[in-house]
């Protein structure tokens, strides 16, 4: 009964923490200029643009999941629009 109660307690704590330290979705129109113009000088074939924003360091980056070449990346920028990394 113990071992059960601690292993829903477990599920539920980490569910809680993956639900609140999650990426938040943001429209385009959420985004700071200066973020959406680095992205649009960096990638300006880009596709399905989709905007997220999380903490890292205590500072919020700027994640765009886009489409480009037939590839699907994600390019990370602080909210000055400094380029930080591009994952693919």
């Known amino acids: 009964m113990k071992k059960s109660i601690l292993g829903i307690l477990a ?7 993956t639900f609140c330290s999650g990426d938040k979705k943001l429209a385009a129109s959420q985004v ?4 959406v ?3 649009s000088a960096k990638y300006p074939g880009a596709a399905d643009v ?3 924003t999380e903490k890292s ?17 994600e390019a990370e920028f602080d909210e000055a629009g400094v380029f930080i990394q591009e994952e693919d």
């Open 57 to 73: 360091d205590g500072k919020m980056v700027y994640e765009a999941e886009f489409k480009m070449n037939d590839k699907k990346l």
């Open 11 to 17: 599920i539920v704590l980490v569910s809680l923490f």
């Open 32 to 35: 700071p200029a200066a973020v």
């Open 37 to 39: 113009q680095a992205f």
């Open 50 to 52: 989709e905007w997220k």
